[in-house]
């Protein structure tokens, strides 16, 4: 049996920008990736960290402020980022924003 397409007509529908706070959501996952929504209010951050695998930040809402290692990026709607396994980054919402971040296990 052939499995039917995995349809988001609106990303930014998908979460409620939280008031004060930041919210993320599973919205796709097999073994090849993992889909993650994320919102957050004007000033929350995720502090810097690491991931495993590579993975790709599209700005769908607002604004954001990405570091991936030395590189500082003022990402509007429509931005796409691609970070490489274990580089160090962070994120900081300038206003209320929606992203979203795809993992690559397999990448």
């Known amino acids: 049996m052939t499995e039917g397409p995995t349809i988001f007509a609106d990303l ?3 979460v409620e ?3 004060d706070g930041t919210l993320s959501r ?3 996952k097999d073994e090849r990736m993992r889909l993650v929504v994320f919102a957050f209010d004007a000033g929350q951050e995720l502090t810097e960290h690491t991931a495993a ?3 790709v930040v599209q700005v769908v809402r607002g604004r954001l402020l990405l570091t991936v290692g030395a590189d500082e990026v003022a990402a509007n709607p429509g931005a796409w980022i691609r970070m490489p396994a274990d ?3 962070s994120v900081r919402a300038l ?3 929606v992203m979203l971040l795809t993992m690559l296990p397999g990448g």
């Open 12 to 14: 930014a529908a998908e």
């Open 17 to 19: 920008i939280p008031q």
């Open 26 to 28: 599973v919205l796709y």
């Open 53 to 55: 695998v590579p993975a």
């Open 87 to 89: 580089a160090p980054h």
């Open 95 to 97: 206003e209320p924003s």
